[in-house]
């Protein structure tokens, strides 16, 4: 087992409550190293059929997403984690300073951020012919002047230790289909390097992690046997292999390391 010294580091990580998600699982993966963790999610409510939560598929992601954090929390609890759970809206400049406050009242400090909170269209809007106002801004509010509302907020309050870890998509360079989405995540990819070189002369890293596609909760068995035919590993992506590239980036064995991309995709999306 690799010893990323991370124990008592202090780990805030964005777009938790879906118990399945990359979020939560990163979370247990700190919690498991002896770090403090510290949740922000917000609810994103979209119709499900509950008869259908049973099983993974776009009902069990949808219920996942809108609900809060019980079944993480609950986790967390069972594994003596020591943590903070903040529902809050990273959109929203008032409410990233508000978890940040909170943050520092509780535990004096971030030592990590992982900005995995996501938005984006679900409803077949997100193509050129389709796009609405709506779509482009709800996306890039929280994919893009989130994640800087939070890394500003770390930079801000910064100590003497400093990971960012930034969530992108393997396919953000191309992603047609879902345009507004990619491209906000091809922005966060801009934005790691651009903010890596910025951020360097205090010793934080900026590094952004892109996943393949990962069992989240939302590949159906249908979709599953689609999605593996591109995906030269012949595996879907699982939370955990995300979480572990993550702990990596965020130990003091990375140190230098900086403004790099990893894809973790089994070879798609190359």
Known sequence: MVNYGLKDRVALITGANNPQGIGATTAFAFAREGAKVVLAYKKIPRPFDKTKTDRNGTDRYFQANAGDADVVESKLQEMGADY????????????????????????????????????????????????????IDDTFAV???????????????????????????????????????????????????????????????????????????????????????????????????????????SSEQAKMITGQVIKVSGGHAL
Not at 90 to 98: L, P
Not at 156 to 181: E, H, P, W
Not at 240 to 246: H, K, N, Y
Request: a negative charge; charged letters at 25%; aromatic letters at 6%.
């Open 84 to 135: 903070l759970i903040i529902e809050s809206d990273i959109s929203n400049e008032g409410a990233v300073k508000e978890i940040y406050s909170k943050t520092l009242v509780r535990y004096g400090r971030v030592d990590i951020l992982v900005n995995n909170a996501a938005d984006g269209d679900l409803d077949g809007l997100d193509t050129i012919e389709r796009i609405t106002q709506n779509v």
């Open 143 to 249: 994919n893009v002047r989130g994640s800087i509302l939070m890394t500003r907020e770390f930079i801000k309050n910064r100590g003497d230790y400093g990971r960012i870890i930034n969530l992108s998509t393997d396919a953000a360079q191309v992603f047609a289909g879902q345009i507004t989405y990619g491209a906000s995540k091809a922005t966060l990819e801009a934005l790691t390097r651009s903010i890596a070189l910025e951020v360097a002369k205090y010793g934080i890293t900026v590094n952004c992690v892109a996943p393949g596609p990962t069992q989240t909760g939302w590949i159906d068995e249908d979709f599953e046997k689609e999605v593996l035919k591109i995906i030269p590993m012949g595996k879907l992506i699982e939370p955990q292999d995300v979480a572990e590239t993550i702990l990596f980036l």
